[in-house]
């Protein structure tokens, strides 16, 4: 089985290279000026990145079909979600 690459693929991913270099130096510039400890640094950084993947999700209207999803089964897929994410356990969907 060989790969195949497309351009988009490619480009997408250095991209991701490109932005996790910006992020790591503005980080570091950050925890220098302020003084700020990793923790913090890590804190801030996901919260600000779960409110960007919010937007968008919304935005593109991909939030619905998987809050649909899990709302069809109950609550208890929401708690089950949230246990398995907090002890780190990954959850396969799918065969």
Excluded: C
Excluded at 6 to 20: E, F, K, R, S
Excluded at 40 to 48: D, K, P, R
């Amino acid at each position: 089985m060989s790969p195949n690459f497309t351009w988009a693929g490619i480009i997408m991913i250095l991209l991701a290279l490109v932005a996790d270099a910006i992020i790591g130096n503005v980080q570091e510039k950050k925890m220098k000026e302020y003084e700020a400890s990793n923790a913090e640094v890590i804190f801030y950084s996901y919260g600000i990145g779960s409110i960007y993947l919010f937007v968008f999700t919304s935005a593109s209207h991909a939030l619905v079909p998987g809050i649909m999803a899990f709302a069809g089964v109950g609550l208890t897929s929401y708690a089950g979600a949230f246990v398995r994410r907090l002890l780190g356990i990954r959850i396969r969907l799918g065969g």
